[in-house]
């Protein structure tokens, strides 16, 4: 899942002394951030090949670090750490560590059996990946059903506060489309390309920063 993991994100910025709504984007997708980061390193892989699901052609078959449940609430731990120490707030240190492990729960839906508990067997996957008129529906409702439970929640304080929304929304479309509809992959490519995981990360901190753009515009409801 790519933009259906920001629901987590607009849900939790409604809450009282949350983090801000960028911060939780990129909480949002902060495990992807250190996938894609590892995989330049070379301490995660993947290879791209046909048939892997129905939707996605990315055989994730080595992400012991960020994608094991052990790993993605040490990630999430250590950015709850993080905004303790940068707000001296536990509420949204919480708030902040719950949406980075809302990732990994989100993932379980969607990915092939290649998620696992500790980094080995067994691995865990529900596969809707292979189900698109399943999996679509939900990544979009998951995204925009947030986007309005957040416009409904808060109150435009500037022309940027109005006109960011749109620009948010068509952002997340135009990359969820190309993530779905992008380049099709017909035989195996190991390594990947070199510009996929750059290609994350910018897709990534681009609808961050469009996310905290939008949020200084914005201010909770109080009618």
């Known amino acids: 899942m790519f933009i259906g993991h920001y629901g987590a994100s607009f849900v939790a910025a409604t809450q009282p002394r949350a983090p801000r709504l960028g911060t939780l984007f ?8 250190g996938f894609f980061a590892f995989v330049m390193l070379g301490i ?15 055989d994730l078959y080595a992400m012991p670090w960020t994608h094991s449940l052990v790993g993605a609430l040490g990630w999430s731990t250590g950015f709850g750490l993080l905004l303790l120490v ?3 707030c536990r509420a949204a240190a919480l708030i902040g560590g719950a949406v980075v492990l809302s990732h990994w729960l989100v993932d379980l839906l969607v990915h092939a059996k290649d998620l696992t508990i500790a980094g ?14 399943i999996e679509i529906p ?4 998951f995204a925009f059903g947030g986007l309005v ?13 109005r ?8 952002a997340m479309a135009g990359l969820q489309a190309f993530n779905w509809f992008g380049q099709p992959v017909d035989h195996i490519i190991d390594p990947p390309p070199p510009t996929l995981a750059p290609l994350g990360l910018f897709a990534y901190t681009l609808l961050a920063i469009i996310a905290w753009w939008m949020a200084r515009g914005r201010r909770p409801r109080t009618d």
């Open 26 to 33: 990129i909480a949002a997708q902060l495990i992807d951030f």
């Open 44 to 58: 995660e892989h993947l290879r791209l090949v046909p048939g892997t699901t129905v939707m996605n052609p990315m």
């Open 86 to 88: 940068a707000t001296r």
């Open 120 to 133: 080995a067997p067994p691995k865990l996957g529900l596969g809707l990946w292979n189900y698109p008129l």
């Open 138 to 141: 939900l990544e979009l409702a």
């Open 149 to 161: 439970w957040y416009l409904r929640r808060t109150r435009s304080t500037s022309a940027a506060g």
């Open 163 to 170: 006109w960011s929304p749109v620009v948010l929304a068509l």
